[in-house]
């Protein structure tokens, strides 16, 4: 286990709707990843929060959105739903002041877009 | 899009035998990071190997790194039944944010 928590596990939204992801980061770790990973494919980057403050943004539209709270753990944003989001979502926290890029993963969000 | 690109995309092995993954990817990095996924949970960091090294071992695992081809291979070792899952190399790039630039990854199944 990785200390990476996320909430929820599962979550059935309609299209249009809006929905908020959790991630708590493990212990001493202030930057937080999101990633998301539709089915067979590899993670892919939506953006990182390093001490409060967005660090890095992937391809993603501003319907993506998030927010890291003083004790470091993050909220992803997401508005008017497509289906082309039902994917898994990943955090990962990481402590860049150790000098290292190893980043530990929670255990995802299961979003599904009906 | 991907950085990385895995081969094979899957592997079937018996379980003793050794299991290779290889990675391409296409910009200057930092350092290239392997990481294992169990059908559909999180990532878990398997092992680092920076720009300036060549071959990285830890326990089963050998990393080796080729910065002139652009390439990384994985080898599992004695491979178990419990190293089903999938593989994915992952790239930090030379400059700018510390993200991971993921493959599609080696979804690997060991026969027992």
């Known amino acids: 286990e990785t200390g990476v928590t996320q909430s929820p596990t599962h979550l059935i939204k309609t299209r249009g709707q809006q929905v908020t992801l959790r991630c708590s980061s493990q212990?001493?770790?202030?930057?937080v990843s999101w990633y998301q990973q539709a089915l067979g494919q590899g993670p892919q980057f939506i953006f990182q929060y390093y001490r409060e403050e967005e660090n890095g943004r992937g391809n993603f539209p501003p319907r993506f959105s998030g927010l890291q709270f003083p004790n470091y753990s993050s909220e992803l944003n997401v508005n008017a739903l497509e289906l082309d989001d039902s994917a898994l979502y990943l955090c990962?926290?990481?402590?860049?002041?150790?000098?290292?890029?190893?980043?530990?993963f929670g255990p995802g969000t299961r979003l599904t877009v009906l | 899009s991907q950085q990385g690109e895995e081969d094979p995309q899957a592997l079937s092995i018996q379980e003793g035998e050794n299991a290779t993954m290889n990675c391409s990817y296409k910009t200057s990095i930092n350092n290239l990071q392997w990481y294992r996924q169990n059908s559909g949970r999180g990532l878990v960091h398997l092992i680092l190997i920076r720009s300036n090294e060549r071959e990285k071992h830890s326990g089963r695992l050998r990393v080796t790194l080729d910065t002139s081809k652009k390439s990384s291979s994985l080898l599992i070792t004695a491979s178990r039944a419990a190293d089903t899952a999938s593989y994915f190399c992952?790239?930090?790039?030379?400059?700018?944010?510390?993200?991971?630039?993921f493959g599609s990854g080696t979804r690997l199944q060991v026969q027992p």
């Open positions: 990962a926290s990481s402590a860049p002041g150790l000098r290292t890029d190893t980043q530990y």
């Open positions: 212990s001493g770790h202030n930057t």
């Open positions: 992952a790239t930090v790039l030379g400059t700018g944010r510390r993200a991971l630039t």
